[in-house]
């Protein structure tokens, strides 16, 4: 039987390789923009991009053509069904489906076009909705999940396994990394179907920009959460597909975790908003805290370099000269 962990993978080829086909799926969203920048940054110089209707990665057949056609060396696979709790809450099916559709079709003609490492994003929702705090990778699968979520944690807990079942039965080297709660440049900021921050800063904007003198935040503004600058997490990506060939996923956080009612205080300091706040407690909480164990990942090396304050300023830059500029 073979080594079940597939431990005998050698991490260390990727950074070497600078001309390899690198297949980023997802590269217009949060997190595929800044990977490709940061792949671009590091002098890699041969990246594959589709956008979603160049490629619909939920039909099989085309995405076994694709890989068929450019047999891409290494896959980053940032690309998936994502949106707050609101749209969580609401949208169960489309979660659940698009998000095992993507994740299936890619890894697994990925793995039958000869693909050498592959890198799946799950989520810190993977997590029991009362996982020992901060969550170590082993809480996985040891209670029940947030009912707000669970069908996109459902998915996303089935991708570490296909990862994982692929190391075992083809000693593929495939890796899973479970990033926290993320925001910066490119990120989502529709007003109900975003995650908190982007939809805090776009509120208070507009706020702001209309002399409204109060702004409504949901929930009760007592969940905790922590926040990585997406940066971060393109540049703990990069440094996985070069440092790390495992069986386990590793988690992927700041260490930092503040209150929704932190958050909005610091958003609207940010954005300049002098109004009041006001809770609206008929929105859900979601999970009371989901802070994440990361020391497995800084004991491979790695630490983030964003703080929250000089995120949201260098986001909010970044929204007012690529949003609203845009729409005068
Ligand atoms: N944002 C966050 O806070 C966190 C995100 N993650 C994970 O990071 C990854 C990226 O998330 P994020 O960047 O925030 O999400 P975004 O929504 O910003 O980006 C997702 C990308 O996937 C593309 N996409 C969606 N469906 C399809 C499809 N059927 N075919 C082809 N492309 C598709 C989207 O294209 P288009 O918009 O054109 O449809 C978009 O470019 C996901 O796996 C997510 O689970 C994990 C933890 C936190
Ligand atoms: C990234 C990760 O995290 C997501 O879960 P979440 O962290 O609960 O998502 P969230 O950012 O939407 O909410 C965080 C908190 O913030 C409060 N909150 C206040 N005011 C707004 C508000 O205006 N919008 C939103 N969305 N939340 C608000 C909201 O009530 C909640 O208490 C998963 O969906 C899933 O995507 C996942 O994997």
Partial sequence: MADTTGSEMKPGLFMSEKS???????????VGSAIVRKLQESGFTNLILRTHSELDLTNQADVESFFSAEKPAYVILAAAKVGGIHANNTYPADFIAVNLQIQTNVIHSAYTNGVKKLLFLGSSCIYPKFAPQPI???????????????????AKIAGIKMCQAYRIQHQWDAISGMPTNLYGPNDNFHPENSHVLPALMRRFHEAKANNAEEVVVWGSGSPLREFLHVDDLADACVFLMEKYSGFEHVNVGSGVEVTI???????????????KLVWDCTKPDGTPRKLMDSSKLASLGWTPKVSIRDGLRQTYDWYLENVVQKKQ
């Avoid at 799926?25 to 949060?30: E, F, K, V």
Wanted: charged residues 25%; aromatic residues 8%.
């Fill in 261 to 275: 009612k932190e958050l909005a205080e610091l958003v609207k300091e940010v954005v300049g908003f002098e109004g």
């Fill in 20 to 30: 390899a086909k690198i297949f980023v799926a997802g590269h217009r969203g949060l």
């Fill in 136 to 154: 170590p990778e082993s809480a996985l699968l040891t209670g029940p999940l947030e009912p707000t979520n669970e069908w996109y944690a459902i």
